[in-house]
DNA sequence: TAAGAGTGTTCTTTATATTGAACACATGAA
DNA sequence: TTCATGTGTTCAATATAAAGAACACTCTTA
């Protein structure tokens, strides 16, 4: 019924995360105004923690639900990408390269992004919700976001809610260059 | 004894995604394979579900549970942040110029960074996880991720997660200027 | 040994989430 | 109107999570 939407381990998680702070189930059951018993049972995986119970649980650790759900990755490996392996995601005037070649189940994506003068990417209403940012090497860019128009040149950056309509064009007689990041991968 | 910590609402949170999806409560419990009541009662904040219950839940939109509580950011508003205003959160041989003043409740952190010749930024063992990435725009670095050393140079670009100890070093005989990401932002 | 303090686990009761059916209210068609 | 089908909400029964106390175990210290 589920698709593979990695199906994280709740209870090996909360484990992995009171150990990384040194807290006995004891101690985080007090800091975060639970009983131990129910801190045994979510990391045995014996329940499943209401979402409120979780957040109770998490506010000792202290961290939020949605950092505890960015969840682990698992153990990718290459961490070095060199710049001629960067892997293409776009074609024609705009270059995309992305840093990474497989994002699955990851919670960042960043891209090194190249425009052709008056190349332009225009994503519509994004149901996806997220965010994104980047920062202009070279050129001058037009960037649209939510019915505002915004220049921008080397130097100067970008952070908004993915959610909004945003668009980005190369007004410049150059090639325009930024270095673009966004969580989660849109794409 | 919490942080502002973002107080997700659950019920609102669920209801606006299921109308993105044009589904009706019954639709959605049908698709996820639970009872219309329970979409009713989430919906409504009457009661807090369980995580395995709202995972099945959130199986009929489809999302998974990490881009449910990554959350709205609420409404933050500046876009562009000119080069010259972006904050300045590191002194000495190093600059970090970070996109965005106040990330409270942000999952993205985006920095303009710059080392002099000779400087580095060692961060021990971190116990915030998340994943972290950048590119290299100018200069030689050294990276350390996980006791392993990598050089990288323009156009070079890193990905890993934060929680393996890493550090940054300038190795080059001028200035290092690179863009990193990281998610959830770090400091 | 023994006693004490620490660990995580297991028990029984209590609180709460979830179900399936009934409910109340709309809209559109005969 | 009357019926049919749609919506979201509420109710009583059941399944499950959470609490508090007891348990079993490992240490350290006397």
Redesign the pocket.
Known sequence: MNDAHFDIDVGARLRDLRLKQGL????LAKRAG?????V?????N?????V???RQILAGIPISLGEFFAGPPGDREQVVFRADELKEIAGGPISFRQVGANLEGRALQMIHERYRPGAESGKAMLSHQGEEAGLVIRGRMLLEVAGIRHELGPGDAYFFDSRKPHAFRNIGEGELELVSACTPPSF
Request: charged residues 15%.
């Open positions: 006995s189930q004891r101690a639970v009983s131990n018993a129910t045994s049972m979510v990391e045995a014996r329940v499943s923690p209401s409120s119970g979780l």
